[in-house]
């Protein structure tokens, strides 16, 4: 999974960056110091595959992972080549969703670009930099396929798309709001525009540490970062990019007092990390042995052979049976063979859906 991070200066973008991956992006309080754009890969916290590695006594536990990109502080104006422009845009085309990081705190020494915290304007300000991105990929593929629609059937029903598209965002709409026709050529041609207002998003709502406790329930801009977000079918989280930096320097132990003391039972990370996973529509299944205990990401309702072909082709083309048994079952029993002995693994075929936690041993022949 690939999450693309955009916020306006200043919003605590890069260090929220910092303290999820630890990669030192620079962060100072001026616009545009995250120069080029900065990617890094977390481990996705699960306690199920450190427990099971625990019971196989493994040799390597490997955790799914995300690949945050961190791109410079948009300004008004980005499309048009404000600030750093557009070509900040470009490296987020390739993600599965956008973090879209809101100021939600009052801070004197910590300057906005526009002057004043006000979340919604905020919000619309990236959002239309994201329209004019979008129609400047549609005006490029209608300058291509313009001149050969007029002997092409096929080219001319695909003009009728990238023009209804190109009105939808010039009305100030996002992508992901647009209709698209229920036909495999649209959707196709849709897709392949890669459009970044069709993206899912999730909107960090940035506070102080005294919103915390109560998830910003008393605070005002993040009450109106719900009601977008509600508006716009996004996911919310609530964060204290600070507190996540401090969070990021400690062990495991010392992160978990930390945390009880501020009254939270979970970092920003696994907050995030579950807003992702429920925005996409992702779970993860397990495999676990001696060598090595992992957690894999699939999308949810994902078949059997398909989970098994995200571990190798091989397994998806010679696929024959999955020994499937949930993760809780499986350490309540003490070992997959005792969990055999009492009939609640599964031998499962083609057609079995994996659920999220299964503990899964492929049966394949190439």
């Known amino acids: 999974m690939k999450l693309g991070i955009v916020g306006l200066p200043n919003v605590g973008k890069s260090t929220l960056f910092n303290s999820l991956t630890k990669a030192g992006a620079e962060s100072a309080n001026y616009p545009f110091c995250t120069i ?13 595959i450190k427990k099971l590695g625990e019971l196989y006594q493994t040799k390597k536990v490997t955790p799914a992972v995300i690949e945050f990109v961190d ?5 008004k104006g980005a499309s048009k080549g404000e600030g750093l422009g557009n070509q900040f845009l470009a490296n987020i085309r390739e993600v599965d969703a956008i973090v879209h990081v809101v100021r939600c705190f009052e801070d004197t020494n910590v300057i906005h670009v526009d002057g004043s915290v006000d979340p919604a304007r905020d919000i619309e300000t990236i959002n239309l930099e994201l329209i004019f991105s979008d129609i400047e990929i549609l005006e490029r593929r209608i300058a291509k396929v313009a001149k050969q629609a007029r002997m092409d059937k096929t080219l001319a029903k695909e003009m009728e798309l990238l023009d209804a598209v190109k009105g939808h965002l010039e009305s100030g709409a996002l992508a992901k709001t647009f209709a698209v026709p229920e036909d495999e050529d649209a959707q196709k041609w849709f897709a392949s525009y890669n459009l970044l207002t069709a993206k899912p998003v999730i ?21 109106a970062v719900r009601k977008l977000a509600k508006e716009s079918g996004s996911e919310v989280f609530v964060i204290c990019a600070q ?5 990021a320097e400690l062990d495991d132990d010392e992160k978990a007092m930390f945390l009880e003391d501020l009254g939270l039972k979970e970092s920003g990370l696994e907050k995030l990390i579950k807003a ?21 990401t699939i999308r949810k309702g994902t078949k059997a052979p398909q989970a098994a072909g995200k571990i190798h082709t091989d397994f998806e083309r010679g ?14 029993n003490g070992s997959l063979a005792a969990a055999r ?10 057609e079995y859906v994996v659920k999220d936690g299964d503990v899964i041993l492929f049966r394949f022949n190439v």
Request: proline share 2%; with cysteine.
């Open 36 to 48: 080029d754009p900065n990617v890094g890969i977390v481990a996705v916290p699960d306690v199920r």
């Open 71 to 75: 791109i410079a502080g948009l300004v």
């Open 203 to 223: 909107y960090a709502a940035n506070v102080a540490e005294d919103d915390l406790a109560d998830d910003g329930a008393g605070n005002s801009h993040v009450a």
């Open 243 to 247: 507190i996540e930096q401090e969070i």
């Open 276 to 296: 992702s996973y429920s925005l996409l529509g992702l779970i993860s299944f397990l495999t676990a042995g001696e060598d090595e205990c992992r957690a894999w």
């Open 319 to 332: 696929f024959i049976k999955a020994e499937v048994v949930n993760y809780q079952d499986l350490l309540d």
């Open 341 to 350: 002995e009492k009939g609640i693994v599964g031998m499962e075929g083609k």
